[in-house]
C-alpha cells in the first residue's frame, strides 16, 4: 500500500496548486449495486489522495491561504448489522489517525456541515459528471447556499466552480517511486501469468481455458482482480481488437493472442503476447509477428525524456507500411500510403496509452497521445499490431485471418526507459522454445 507520508504529499502538492478561499471536494465511489453481491471498486482519484476503500466518503480540503488548510473525511459510521452481512467499517475514529485528516465527520450529515463548510468560500474544485450523487449533493447544498445569500449577510455561496480534473491528472501522469514499485510489481506478475499461457496452450483447449491459467497465476501471485477483461482471441478471433468471448476452441495451426492484465493493489499491468497455439509458427505467421516485433523494438529504442510521442508512432508506421509492402500486401509509395492511411486497415489502433491506477490511465491524451513530450516517472504501454481480416480481397489466402499484437510496459526513466514486463519472452525462438514440450 501506499504509505501515509506519501499520501500527505499528495495532498499537500493539489493544495498548492489551489487559490486561497477554496474548497477541493472528491467523492468516493457509491455502492455497485444494493444488495451488495458485487464487488466493490473505488474511484481512482479518492484513492489516489487517502487509500480508502469504502464506499459514500468524501474527502474535502479547504484552503484559507497558503499556510492555514482543513482536511476533512465524511465516512460512515461504524454498522453492527452491515458488518455481520458485509463487512467492517473503519468508522470515524480510526479515520482520524489512519487517513490523517484533521477530522471525521458522519457521512448521513453531509450536507449539513457541508453547508456551513462552503460557506463564505470563493471557489469551490468539484469534478462534476463524475457521480450522480455527487452532483446531486454539491449542487443542493449551493443551492441552499444562495438562497440564504439573498437573505442573510452571514451567508457567502463559492461563486465558481473549477474542474480539478486536469490538475490531479497532471500529477497522476508522474508516478511516486512507491507506484512505480507497485507497478514493476504488476507487471512481474502478469508476466507470469503470460508465461503460464505459453506453457499450457495446446490445439483442442477452449479459449476460456487458457483465460483461466492466466487467472488463476495472478492469483495464487498476490493479484486479487484483473484489470480489464482478458481477451484470448485464437485463429481469426486475432483480428477482433477486443474480442473477450474466449469462447472458441483453439485449432492446430493458428496463432492465439492474449492480452491481460492484473491490479496489483490498485496498479495495473498490460501485456499482449501472440504466439501459435502448437507451438511453431509458420511461414507467414513468422512474416507479420518479425514486423510487428521489429516496430515494439525500434518504440522501446525510441523511449526517452524529451521525445515526442508523434516521433515514436511515425517510425513505427514506416516499419508497418515497409514491411508489408515486402511482403506484396501494400502497394505504392511509402508518403502516398500514409498520406491516404492505407496502413489503418492493418493497423488501426494507438500505438500505447498511459498506465497507472488504471489500465488507460489518466492523462493527455490525443489520437495516439501524440504531441506529449515524454519526461522522467512517465508510465505507458507499446502495443503496434497487424491485423489481415478474413477474406480480404487482394492478400493471399494463407495471411487470411492472422493478427498479431504484441505489448509491453514501459518507466520512462532519466536517461531512458525499464520494460516491465520482460519476464515473459517475445522472440519467436523463445516462445518456440518454452512451448517445444508441444512439438514431441
Not at 226 to 252: A, F, P, R, V, W
Request: proline share 3%; with cysteine.
Amino acid at each position: 500500500m501506499i504509505p501515509i507520508n506519501i499520501l500527505k504529499s499528495r495532498r499537500k502538492k493539489i493544495l498548492s496548486k489551489m487559490i486561497s478561499g477554496s474548497a477541493i471536494l472528491i467523492f468516493a465511489n457509491p455502492k455497485n449495486n444494493k444488495n451488495n453481491s458485487y464487488q466493490f471498486y473505488q474511484n481512482k482519484n479518492f484513492w489516489y489522495f487517502t487509500g480508502f476503500n469504502e464506499p459514500y466518503s468524501l474527502l474535502i480540503m479547504i484552503k484559507q491561504d497558503n499556510k492555514d488548510n482543513l482536511k476533512i473525511l465524511f465516512n460512515r459510521a461504524r454498522n453492527v448489522d452491515e458488518e455481520i452481512w458485509v463487512s467492517r467499517r473503519l468508522g470515524l475514529n480510526e479515520a482520524v489517525t489512519k487517513i490523517d485528516v484533521d477530522y471525521a465527520l458522519p457521512w448521513d450529515s453531509v450536507h449539513e456541515h457541508l453547508f456551513k463548510l462552503l460557506n463564505g468560500l470563493k471557489i469551490i474544485y468539484h469534478a462534476w459528471g463524475e457521480h450522480k450523487y455527487a452532483d446531486k449533493l454539491v449542487f443542493n447544498v449551493l443551492e441552499d447556499l444562495r438562497l440564504r445569500t439573498l437573505k442573510h449577510q452571514d451567508y457567502i455561496s463559492p461563486s465558481t466552480i473549477i474542474d480539478w480534473r486536469p490538475l490531479v491528472y497532471e500529477m497522476r501522469l508522474f508516478k511516486d517511486p512507491e507506484e512505480i514499485n507497485l507497478l514493476r510489481t504488476s507487471g512481474k506478475i502478469n508476466a507470469l501469468a503470460h508465461t503460464r499461457a505459453m506453457k499450457c496452450c495446446r490445439p483442442g483447449m477452449f479459449e476460456y481455458q487458457l483465460a483461466g491459467e492466466i487467472h488463476h497465476e495472478f492469483n495464487r501471485n498476490g493479484s486479487r482482480r484483473l484489470s480489464y477483461d482478458t481477451i484470448i482471441g485464437s485463429g481469426e478471433n486475432t483480428c477482433i481488437l477486443h474480442y473477450t468471448k474466449n469462447e472458441n476452441q483453439m485449432q492446430d495451426g493458428d496463432l492465439v493472442l492474449v492480452d491481460a492484465g492484473c491490479d496489483f493493489n490498485e496498479y495495473a499491468s498490460d501485456i499482449t503476447r501472440t504466439f501459435p497455439v502448437n507451438g511453431k509458427f509458420n511461414k507467414q505467421q513468422k512474416d507479420i509477428y518479425n514486423i510487428v516485433l521489429n516496430s515494439l523494438n525500434t518504440a522501446r529504442s525510441m523511449l526517452k525524456p524529451n521525445i515526442n510521442m508523434q516521433d515514436i508512432n511515425n517510425h513505427v508506421i514506416h516499419i508497418i507500411i515497409n514491411g508489408l509492402i515486402k511482403l506484396g500486401l501494400l502497394k505504392g509509395k511509402i508518403d502516398e500510403l500514409i498520406a491516404t492511411h492505407a496502413y489503418h486497415k492493418f493497423f488501426m489502433h494507438n500505438l500505447g496509452h498511459w498506465l497507472g491506477l488504471e489500465v488507460h490511465d489518466v492523462g493527455f491524451y490525443g489520437k495516439t497521445i501524440n504531441n506529449q513530450i515524454l519526461k522522467p516517472n512517465m508510465v505507458l504501454t507499446i502495443e503496434p499490431g497487424i491485423y489481415i481480416l478474413p477474406n480480404k480481397k487482394h492478400i493471399p489466402v494463407e495471411y487470411h485471418g492472422i493478427g498479431v499484437r504484441i505489448e509491453d510496459n514501459f518507466i520512462i526513466t532519466e536517461t531512458g526507459n525499464e520494460c516491465i514486463t520482460d519476464g515473459v519472452v517475445k522472440e519467436i525462438k523463445d516462445i518456440e522454445n518454452i512451448m517445444r514440450i508441444l512439438n514431441k
